[in-house]
């Protein structure tokens, strides 16, 4: 038994080195020390054996079946290794193959929206200009001729901004018309901007009304400017984002900003009797806007007499409302996923 016993230790030794992957490894195990395999077989052939033989045959036994163990560990560590590294220089992996697909995002309605729009207006000389959200009284009121006792400058309309007391007072931007003022100021004359971005008011929510929302500013300040370019370009606009020319109307409007002041309506693009939108009137309020006050003017260092201008104020959000037939306006800043994923295409 003893040298059946040293010729498994041999052969044993000889097949866990040879074995050349991780399945043949476990087939030499099973073989050699499994519930049917060698050494168990021999173990127990142990109790046939003399009584004085037994101790002696039997530790001979369990240093076998160690040393076998060990053998197979240190191989089993190899052949991993081995794998790993293969598989890390890319052998046995196809880059050509394609990967998982990944979720493809979407753009937003508004920035749908504005994208076309900045395009359209960069098509005919305008530049894009931006200013910031937290803007200061100064440009977002006084520079536009809003007096000092505006309703709009109180608490019911602004977001304020905690400023020192020695500091310039701060608010959220409550409208795009600030960067009339910032591009007059950094740009000069002769002047062509459109500015759309995100403007704050403390706003009761409703379906048309958030206290977040997109406005799309524009602006042209030149020699000899009036009301028939300032109609061009907001029709041209509506025509940019409905895809057709739209009739359209003015009705007069008040913005201490603009002298005179209107708002435009357009006949309903979506119905001519009288559908939810246009509430059977047919005419929808699209945008206000008017030639830029004197005053205004003055603010930025310009000569009314030499300089005249046109300014509108469109309300993005509302216009990706018509445009997409979205009935409530709390859904575009709310990031439902729901509500985003209609727009992927
Ligand atoms: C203004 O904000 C002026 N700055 C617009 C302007 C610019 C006039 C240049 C003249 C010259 P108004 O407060 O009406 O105006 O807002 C403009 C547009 O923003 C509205 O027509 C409407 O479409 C949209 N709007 C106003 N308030 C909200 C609100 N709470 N939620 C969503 N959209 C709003």
Not at 10 to 34: F, N, T
Not at 60 to 81: D, F, P, S
Not at 183 to 191: D, I, K, N, Q
């Amino acid at each position: 038994m003893r040298d059946r016993l040293e010729a498994l230790r041999g052969d044993g030794l000889a097949a866990v080195a040879a074995a050349e992957d991780l399945d043949k490894l476990q087939e030499v195990e099973s073989r050699l020390l499994g519930r049917s395999g060698a050494l168990t077989a021999e173990l127990k052939g142990l109790g046939k054996l003399p009584a004085e033989e037994r101790p002696v045959v039997g530790k001979l036994a369990n240093q076998i079946k160690q040393a076998l163990q060990e053998a197979l560990h240190v191989r089993r560590q190899e052949l991993e290794a081995a794998r790993l590294a293969a598989d890390l220089a890319g052998v046995g992996v196809d880059p050509t193959l394609p990967g998982p697909p990944l979720p493809a995002g979407g753009v937003h309605p508004v920035l749908a929206i504005a994208r076309e729009l900045e395009d359209l207006f960069s098509s005919m000389g305008y530049v894009v200009w931006d200013g910031p959200e937290v803007e200061t009284e100064a440009n977002n009121f006084d520079a536009l001729n809003i007096p000092a006792d505006h309703p709009a400058r109180e608490g019911h309309d602004t977001i304020w901004v905690q400023t020192e007391a020695d500091e310039a007072r701060h608010c959220l931007r409550t409208h795009t018309s600030p960067v009339q003022v910032r591009a007059l100021r950094e740009l000069g004359t002769p002047l062509r901007v459109i500015a759309p971005g995100r403007v704050f008011r403390q706003e009761a929510q409703d379906a048309t009304h958030d206290h977040t929302f997109h406005q799309m500013e524009g602006l042209v300040v030149d020699r000899g400017v009036g009301v028939p370019h300032m109609l061009h370009a907001m029709q041209s606009l509506l025509e940019g984002i409905f895809g057709k020319k739209l009739e359209t109307r003015l009705r007069p409007g008040f913005f201490p900003f603009v002298e005179p002041g209107f708002e435009l309506d357009a006949l309903c693009p979506f119905c001519d009797s009288g559908c939810r939108v246009c509430k059977g009137s047919c005419w929808v309020e699209l945008m206000p806007g008017g030639l830029v006050h004197p005053n205004v003017l003055v603010a930025a260092g310009l000569d009314p007499e030499e300089y005249s201008g046109f300014a509108f104020g469109l309300g993005l959000s509302r216009m990706a409302m018509l445009r997409y037939g979205i009935d409530d306006i709390r859904w575009m800043m709310s990031g439902d996923l729901r509500f985003l994923e209609q727009f992927k295409a």
